[in-house]
């Protein structure tokens, strides 16, 4: 049976691999992995032959590239907006840690060049979604810091939810052609919730990540008292790229739309 979700935990170096190339979870066409950097340490990532997002989970860097750097700072995803680098193949970033900092690499095969782009904050603004409706337990904030729209060469699509304590997303349950990985972090340690891939059910809890291979439906919940932050990342499908559009909701629960609760 494919693996649609799994626990990693970090090794020694402070290295956290979800997704490769060769993993079982290599259907999903992107090396996904999470670092974790002390103070004072220093982290350098090139790939030849693919593009990179670099985004800040927690903490203090200054991102370095091509002559330039920034430093940023993010206290925790759940209070602040994200900060990322995404640049093409064949770039270096180097990252310096100021404070005890945690950071997640996404990349994918690309052989399209394009120039470099810093995402701060305000690019990425969260939006309310679904407030109002289902018995007003699907609310969620959204952010999309790219996708096909905002970054056209990309092979990749990379946001974040934030659910508000015990509600849905991924709501009303919804498939796409293209895969989607999912990184679960919590407000609280013991904070869990639940992922649906298809028919499986997984108890999503603080670093777990959820694989969805293309056509799968996709729901997720957070348990009551938590708020569940989820980083999504999809990989466009050669010549067909995730769209905003392409949001299809299973037929069954389309109903919910005009139902009275």
Same mark, same amino acid.
Not at 170 to 194: N, S
Not at 201 to 211: C, D, I, L, M
């Given at each position: 049976?494919?693996?649609?979700?799994?626990?990693?935990?970090?090794?020694?170096?402070?290295?956290?691999?979800?997704?490769?190339?060769?993993?079982?979870?290599?259907?999903?066409?992107?090396?996904?992995?999470?670092?974790?950097?002390?103070?004072?340490?220093?982290?350098?990532?090139?790939?030849?032959?693919?593009?990179?997002?670099?985004?800040?989970?927690?903490?203090?860097?200054?991102?370095?590239?091509?002559?330039?750097?920034?430093?940023?700072?993010?206290?925790?995803?759940?209070?602040?907006?994200?900060?990322?680098?995404?640049?093409? +193949? !064949?770039?270096?970033?180097?990252?310096?840690?100021?404070?005890?900092?945690?950071?997640? /690499?996404?990349?994918? *095969?690309? @052989? $399209?060049?394009?120039?470099?782009?810093?995402?701060?904050?305000?690019?990425?603004?969260?939006?309310?979604?679904?407030?109002?409706?289902?018995?007003?337990?699907?609310?969620?904030?959204?952010?999309?810091?790219?996708?096909?729209?905002?970054?056209?060469?990309?092979?990749?699509?990379?946001?974040?939810?934030?659910?508000? +304590? !015990?509600?849905?997303?991924?709501?009303?349950?919804?498939?796409?052609?293209?895969?989607? /990985?999912?990184?679960? *972090?919590? @407000? $609280?340690?013991?904070?869990?919730?639940?992922?649906?891939?298809?028919?499986?059910?997984?108890?999503?809890?603080?670093?777990?990540?959820?694989?969805?291979?293309?056509?799968?439906?996709?729901?997720?919940?957070?348990?009551?008292?938590?708020?569940?932050?989820?980083?999504?990342?999809?990989?466009?499908?050669?010549?067909?790229?995730?769209?905003?559009?392409?949001?299809?909701?299973?037929?069954?629960?389309?109903?919910?739309?005009?139902?009275?609760?």
């Amino acid at each position: 049976m494919q693996k649609v979700f799994g626990y990693p935990e970090f090794d020694s170096k402070g290295e956290k691999i979800l997704t490769t190339y060769e993993n079982e979870y290599k259907e999903m066409g992107m090396d996904i992995r999470v670092y974790r950097m002390k103070e004072g340490e220093e982290r350098s990532f090139y790939k030849e032959e693919e593009e990179m997002a670099v985004l800040l989970l927690e903490g203090c860097i200054t991102y370095k590239w091509k002559g330039l750097e920034k430093k940023v700072s993010r206290k925790d995803v759940f209070t602040q907006g994200p900060w990322c680098l995404h640049v093409c +193949r !064949g770039q270096e970033v180097r990252i310096e840690s100021a404070a005890d900092t945690e950071i997640l /690499v996404q990349c994918t *095969k690309n @052989d $399209r060049e394009f120039d470099a782009r810093l995402y701060a904050p305000e690019d990425a603004p969260w939006k309310y979604s679904c407030q109002g409706k289902f018995g007003n337990t699907a609310n969620r904030r959204v952010n999309t810091i790219f996708d096909h729209d905002i970054a056209p060469c990309s092979n990749m699509v990379l946001g974040e939810v934030l659910n508000d +304590r !015990g509600n849905w997303s991924g709501y009303l349950p919804h498939r796409h052609p293209q895969p989607e /990985v999912y990184y679960f *972090k919590f @407000d $609280r340690p013991e904070g869990f919730g639940a992922s649906f891939v298809g028919d499986e059910v997984y108890k999503s809890v603080e670093g777990s990540f959820s694989a969805i291979p293309g056509g799968r439906l996709h729901p997720q919940s957070a348990a009551p008292g938590y708020q569940m932050y989820t980083c999504w990342m999809i990989h466009h499908l050669e010549g067909n790229p995730w769209l905003q559009t392409d949001r299809c909701e299973d037929d069954r629960y389309v109903w919910l739309h005009e139902a009275e609760f």
